[in-house]
């Protein structure tokens, strides 16, 4: 079996933006602006960064929904995914109907447990639905066995599935997602924030039901967040992005614990302490607003708020190289 899973290179997505009388293109917004990497089976892999830096547009990318979204938008760069007879496919090129095998093996977990089940449907209707779209060959009542047997993997009672979705709590709603996105057996989930709207405490309870499913069924992740700290607990690797370009990517230790490029050491200090005893020898605080991905500084996008920044910065874009920690930074200066 192929150890690689997915080799993600040079990939830019740009959504063309429309103004004037006759609808003209005026400019472009440059979500992912040619980013670059790979992830192996059984894997995690955390992607960070502030809103709007183009984390969910990678994940939707992947999963190749972007052209349902926006007919005009403009992707380039590969997206290789490998079977587990090391077949390779480029998923950016795959038609809709091309793409729907691929898709039992690549499944997706949304931010909002609220608005991304339909309300309409039980959920035995929810969690069999991509097992009937897909025609795996099972029986009615082979799907109905299928069903309880993952409400019971995520921590929910089978007499559930005869219930509607508004009758759920949020957590509990994303775990109906959860055993939504794990009816095909799948290889990779993109995880989109599946946390971000739960409590504290329901957060932990998903983030330890999520590692508990990898353990057992061996699948990958690309968990998709802002927050470091639930990143480190559930990520083997992890890449950090800035306005559409990755700037560092490594371990979980390496990028978490050894910081190397200066917006994630902006990042890491700005994790609350929950030590109240305990001060912070140093917090770096970055002056100035995010540049707009309409118009981007020339070289590196990092540059108009980098407290070390040169007049170099401005000439060329910076690509990831080894650092002392290990890790890939995208800064010829920190060391």
Not at 20 to 42: C, P, Y
Not at 92 to 117: A, C, E, G, N, T
Not at 127 to 137: F, K, M, Y
Not at 150 to 177: C, D, M, N, T, W
Request: proline content about 6%.
């Amino acid at each position: 079996m192929s150890k690689l899973l997915l080799d993600v290179t040079d990939l830019e997505v740009h959504f063309p933006v429309f103004g004037g009388v006759f609808q003209r293109k005026v400019a472009e917004v440059k979500a992912v602006d040619g980013i670059t990497f790979s992830m192996n089976r059984s894997e995690t892999l955390g992607l960070v960064g502030e809103s709007g830096c183009g984390k969910t547009t990678v994940g939707r990318a992947i999963v190749n929904v972007l052209r349902h979204v926006s007919s005009d938008v403009h992707i380039d760069g590969s997206i290789e995914y490998v079977d587990e007879n090391g077949k390779e496919t480029d998923l950016i090129s795959l038609s809709q109907s091309d793409m729907r095998p691929h898709r039992q093996k690549i499944q997706m977990i949304f931010q909002d447990p609220y608005s991304s089940l339909n309300q309409r449907l039980t959920v035995k209707q929810i969690v069999s639905e991509p097992l009937e779209i897909h025609q795996l060959g099972m029986s009615k009542s082979e799907v109905s066995d299928k069903v309880f047997w993952l409400l019971e993997k995520v921590g929910l009672q089978p007499e559930y599935a005869s219930r509607y979705p508004h009758e759920f709590s949020g957590g509990q709603r994303q775990r109906i997602g959860i055993a939504r996105a794990l009816a095909t057996n799948p290889d990779l989930i993109v995880c989109d924030e599946p946390v971000s709207a739960l409590d504290v405490s329901v957060q932990a309870q998903v983030i330890n039901l999520m590692m508990d499913l990898k353990a057992e069924f061996g699948m990958s992740y690309l968990f998709i967040a802002h927050d470091l700290s639930v990143v480190y607990h559930i990520s083997d690797k992890i890449a950090v992005m800035y306005l559409g370009n990755i700037v560092e990517i490594g371990t979980a230790d390496q990028v978490y614990f050894a910081p190397t490029h200066p917006y994630t050491k902006a990042l890491i200090s700005a994790v609350p302490e929950p030590d109240p005893d305990k001060t912070r020898v140093h917090r770096t605080v970055l002056k100035g607003d995010i540049p707009t991905p309409l118009n981007k500084p020339s070289g590196c996008a990092f540059r108009t708020r980098c407290p070390i920044a040169r007049k170099e910065c401005a000439d060329q874009v910076p690509f990831l190289e080894t650092k002392k920690n290990g890790s890939l930074a995208a800064c010829p200066y920190v060391d």
